[in-house]
Each structure stands twice: as C-alpha cells, then as structure tokens.
C-alpha cells in the first residue's frame, strides 16, 4: 500500500470534509432524482436540495440567492463570467482589463476574445504581487466592459485591493469580475462589500467536491447580464443548461455552510501554522519569500531557495511532502513561474521556488516534520554542489 506524503498543496485542491461526503451519499442512491423533474417526488427532493446548497453558497459570500449560477467549476465559471460579458455588451465596447498573474482560465479567455477582434490590457504587478490602482483606473477607456482580477493569488497566496477595484469600477460604470477560487471559505469575501459585480469560486478549494462550481452574477446596481455559452433547456436561469449535478452541488452547500460556521477560527489557526512554517524556512540560508507577508491568504506561502531548482528539491522531498512549484494547472512547464516572473523576480530565483499551501487538516506536528524534511533536504542538495 502507498504510503502518502504530508500533504501541503491545499491551492491545488482539498480533500472532502467527512461531513460533506455524509451530506452527498443519500444523492447518489436513495434520493438519485434530476432537480428538473417536476412531476414527482423525486425530482421535487433533489430541486429542494438544490435550493438549499444555493442558499448556503449565496449566504458564504453576502449574495441572494437567485444570484448564484451552478457551473461544472471554476473554469467553466469563468469564461461564461468573460466570454458572457463580451458578447452580452459588445454594443458598448469590446476593451477588457486584466493583470499578469491571473489563473490561465482567465488569461487563455482574455486571448481567445482577442482572437476573434477583442482588445485586452494587460496590467503589470508590483514586487508586492498586486496591481496599482492608479494604473488601473488610467487604463480604463470609454469603450471597456469588463474588468477582471483574481481575489488572491493561487501561486504567492498575495491579496489583491479588491474593495479599491471595485470602487473605481462602480466609478466609471465598468463590470468588475473576480475569480475568487482560491480565496471563497478560506478568509471573509462579501460580494456587497467588495464591489463585486461577478465571481467565480469552486467547491474543491474548500472541502467540497470536484466538477462542481458557482458564479456570482449581481442582480440589481447594476443588473448583469451574460451571454450562455451552451444552450438546453433553460436550466440555472438560462445561464448554464445542463442536467444539475446534484450530488455535488449537495457537496458544495454543505462545504459553504462548514465554512461559515469554522472560518474565522481556521483561519487564525491556520495563520499560526503558516506564520511557524515560514519562520522555520526563511531561517535556512538563501531563502525568501516571494510577495509581501502583510497581504497573504493565513494559508499560503511561496519561498525561494537560491541556487537549487525547484523541480530538483520536490523530486528529494516527494516521499515525505506533497508540495508544488506553483498552479497545478501548469505543474507540467518546466519554465519559471509567469506569475513570480511578473512579479520581477529573475529566472534563477523563480525557477527555485515552492509553494507550500496549509489545510483544514495540518496540523503543527506535520508542520514540525516538514521543516526537517526541508531542512535535510537543502542541506544534501547545497553539500553536493
């Protein structure tokens, strides 16, 4: 039987909480019905769980309920929020602002629409990983529909300005988007708050299951409205036609609702870990941190460790942590990190660095372990150099 690796890649996915996989069973056997049967009691069983995971997911982020969209995830989530956008408002004008470091969901959107004659600004980041707002608010022209920024970074666990985003947003009436996957049921988001007009999250990064996610779509100041990207049926408000899929949207109501009730103390807990882990890093020679300490989500930290390839250091740490070298998205390039690239950070440091993401499920033991499995692990590294 394997034997698994502490695990510290909680940005790439989470496990099922127990009591969100309690919550999901009766769906797959007993109460297998389509939420879209309206004729029997099965299909009346599966739409009022249906309503009530919406309320739950709606209530995590200070939305109504009617203003959450079911999708299949995050990725799907966000090319109907940009590609809806585009379509639904091209009357006004095709202009679209972004930033350097946002998840390749977002980027790879950004420069399909740019295929077929849409204009997209793409906007620097400082050392610090985040946007100037400035910068932002001169790039914004009379014909931009749409602007698009990550809640917080999945790579350095940095926190954008998001309320500053959404402020000069409302102030010259341009849609403001947030891919927030990596951010919902981890610290506080209110979509009312923050200025947020459409967001897109997913159940997997909180304890949820795979293959299921959400988009925010406002309702009122402004009402929005976005262009499907499938056709079918009519199903979550003609937005996302599809047969629902129950069992994991049962998942993603249950992970949303654990995460209102536990979040605040999980994440001072998880700061605490987080904070002991960097410590124990920062103190091997040679290291650093890569974006600044005082915007990160309480989980995350992305540290480089001069002079050794990354890839060479996990390959030596595998067998006793499960860490990455960024977004699982593109584990596969062998390049430095566009996202620590952008921050200006040289190829040498990018390609040697590692981001370790802490869970619901860390404790300080595991915490202590991996600090010595690094610690020998830079050290056989450095004296065979």
């Not at 034997?3 to 909680?10: E, K, L, R």
């Not at 949820?208 to 049926?233: I, S």
């Not at 129950?246 to 536990?262: D, Y």
């Amino acid at each position: 039987m394997t034997s698994y690796p502490i695990y510290f890649d909680y940005n790439a996915t989470t496990p099922c909480d127990p009591r969100v996989v309690d919550a999901m069973l009766p769906f797959f056997s007993r109460d297998f019905g389509n939420a879209a049967s309206r004729s029997h009691a099965y299909g009346w069983v599966a739409e009022e769980a249906v309503d009530i995971a919406r309320e739950e997911v709606a209530a995590l982020i200070g939305a109504e309920v009617g203003e959450i969209v079911f999708t299949s995830g995050a990725t799907e989530a966000v090319n109907l929020a940009i590609r809806g956008v585009y379509e639904m408002y091209g009357v006004k004008g095709k202009h679209i602002i972004t930033c350097a470091i946002e998840h390749k969901a977002v980027l790879d959107t950004c420069h399909y629409l740019e295929s077929i004659g849409g204009e997209v600004t793409v906007l620097p980041v400082n050392r610090d990983g985040r946007i100037d707002i400035e910068e932002l608010e001169a790039a914004i022209r009379p014909d931009t529909v749409l602007i698009s920024i990550m809640y917080a970074n999945n790579e350095t666990g940095v926190i954008m300005p998001v309320k500053g985003i959404g402020n000069i947003a409302k102030k010259h009436r341009v849609l403001f988007f947030s891919d927030a996957t990596q951010a919902v049921g981890k610290i506080p988001v209110d979509v009312l708050e923050d200025g947020i007009d459409i967001m897109s999250f997913s159940a997997h990064k909180m304890y949820g299951p795979k293959g299921v996610g959400a988009l925010y779509v406002r309702r009122k100041d402004p009402r929005v409205k976005l262009t499907p990207l499938q056709y079918g049926g009519g199903h979550e408000k003609g937005m996302r036609s599809g047969t629902l899929n129950v069992p994991g949207i049962v998942g993603f109501g249950k992970a949303a609702e654990i995460a209102s009730r536990e979040m605040n103390d999980e994440l001072v807990r998880l700061r605490g870990l987080r904070d002991e882990l960097l410590r124990g890093l920062l103190s091997i020679e040679g290291t650093a941190l890569n974006g600044n300490a005082e915007f990160l989500l309480p989980h995350t930290c992305n540290v480089s460790f001069g002079g050794i390839e990354s890839q060479v250091l996990i390959s030596h740490l595998n067998k006793h942590l499960a860490v990455s070298s960024g977004s699982a998205c593109t584990s596969a390039s062998l390049e430095p990190s566009y996202v620590l690239r952008a921050l200006g950070i040289g190829d040498e440091l990018a390609s040697s660095s590692i981001r370790f993401s802490l869970g619901r499920f860390t404790t300080h033991e595991e915490v202590s372990r991996a600090l010595g499995h690094v610690n020998e692990a830079v050290g056989k590294l450095r004296q065979e150099a």
